[in-house]
């Protein structure tokens, strides 16, 4: 059992079936175990309680999560037996999903120049005790960047296009996709990305 298959992400549904967050596999084996959670077998969509789930063979190649006494495959989907038990999840602060909520547009200008003409500006500069978070930061170009340099909005004389606020779209679907097996696809329904390091202006 290693750190790594343990902090690896298990998509999680509710009694609909509906997709609902993302949970580190020893959550997902916790509720599992507790019978608060039951674990869907990708290639035949069957669903396991832990009994169950504990007598299936690990497929060879496949990681899995040791205990004492057994050695479980790693839970790739579990359904909720029950209401809760599942924290709610934050989207990430990255410059990709920056871009992605800016739509890769100069907040200040309405430009759309490549993204790596694009930075990341804070309205209330860090100089100034701004922070960087959701709420204070921006993409701008370089041209507005370098003319509001370390000023805030108004004393450069510049506007911005919106208030900044953190995006509303949910991040259960943003799991890496080396962490998806083909067989699980049909099930799993994931996006890929990449999370990006953000950097500062």
């Keep these: 059992m290693?750190?790594?298959?343990?902090?690896?992400?298990?998509?999680?549904?509710?009694r609909s079936w509906v997709a609902i967050a993302t949970t580190?596999?020893?959550?997902?084996?916790?509720?599992?175990?507790?019978?608060?959670?039951?674990?869907?077998?990708?290639?035949?969509?069957?669903?396991?309680?832990?009994?169950?789930?504990?007598?299936?063979?690990?497929?060879?190649?496949?990681?899995?999560?040791?205990?004492?006494?057994?050695?479980?495959?790693?839970?790739?989907?579990?359904?909720?037996?029950?209401v809760g038990g599942v924290p709610?999840?934050?989207?990430?602060?990255?410059?990709?999903?920056?871009?992605?909520?800016?739509?890769?547009?100069?907040?200040?200008?309405g430009r759309r120049p490549t993204t790596s003409e694009l930075s990341i500006d804070h309205v209330v500069p860090r100089a100034l005790g701004g922070e960087t978070s959701w709420e204070n930061c921006v993409l701008a170009c370089v041209h507005c960047n370098r003319r509001k340099?370390?000023?805030l909005v108004h004393d450069a004389n510049m506007r911005l296009m919106k208030a900044p606020a953190a995006p509303q779209w949910s991040p259960i679907f943003e799991v890496a996709?080396?962490?998806q097996r083909?067989?699980?696809?049909?099930?799993?329904?994931?996006?890929?990305?990449?999370?990006?390091?953000?950097?500062?202006?």
């Design 2 to 14: 290693t750190s790594a298959v343990l902090t690896r992400d298990t998509l999680v549904r509710n």
């Design 24 to 82: 580190p596999v020893r959550h997902a084996r916790s509720l599992l175990f507790t019978g608060s959670a039951r674990a869907i077998q990708p290639e035949t969509y069957e669903v396991h309680d832990f009994a169950s789930w504990s007598e299936l063979e690990v497929p060879e190649g496949e990681p899995s999560v040791s205990t004492v006494r057994l050695e479980l495959r790693v839970p790739e989907v579990v359904v909720l037996s029950v």
């Design 88 to 109: 709610r999840q934050v989207l990430p602060f990255t410059r990709r999903n920056l871009v992605r909520r800016d739509q890769a547009q100069c907040q200040y200008c």
């Design 149 to 151: 340099g370390s000023k």
């Design 177 to 179: 996709g080396a962490q």
């Design 182 to 201: 083909e067989a699980g696809r049909p099930v799993v329904a994931l996006k890929h990305w990449s999370p990006d390091r953000h950097q500062s202006a």
